[in-house]
């Protein structure tokens, strides 16, 4: 599975984005859909994950303003980012994998997914 992320950009504190996450390969729907964020100098943390029974996850620093989906007809998932901060600026990376639970804590681990793409910037300014 190959992935390009995408739909980053320069938005002003308290607007939005939506990122997309396209998929190439057979069986996208058999992977879970993960959304990952770096900002400089920090670790890679998570953000969202979709199952592939569409069950969503989210970190609680993000709950109630961004909303993960996919679109297993496209081979695409999205994630849009309502009410961004400027301590989001972070480049952005979607991963695929099969965790081997649909739990929030195998969701949100970054060595259970086994493909990821090559990220997008958000900027967000104040």
């Known amino acids: 599975v190959q992935l390009q992320a995408s739909g980053g950009g320069l938005v002003q504190a308290g607007g939005s984005l939506r990122l997309s996450c396209a998929a190439s390969?057979?069986?996208?729907?058999?992977?879970?859909v993960g959304w990952f964020r770096q900002a400089p100098g920090k670790e890679r943390e998570f953000v969202a994950a979709?199952?592939?029974?569409?069950?969503?996850y989210y970190a609680d620093s993000v709950k109630g303003r961004f909303t993960v989906s996919r679109d297993n007809a496209k081979n695409t998932a999205y994630l849009q980012m309502n009410s961004l901060k400027p301590e989001e600026t972070a480049v952005y990376y979607c991963?695929?994998?099969?965790?081997?639970?649909?739990?929030?804590?195998?969701?949100?681990?970054?060595?259970?997914?086994?493909?990821w793409g090559q990220g997008t910037l958000v900027t967000v300014s104040s």
């Open positions: 390969g057979r069986s996208f729907s058999s992977y879970a």
């Open positions: 979709v199952a592939t029974s569409a069950n969503t």
């Open positions: 991963a695929a994998g099969r965790p081997w639970s649909a739990s929030y804590y195998r969701m949100s681990r970054l060595n259970e997914y086994d493909y």
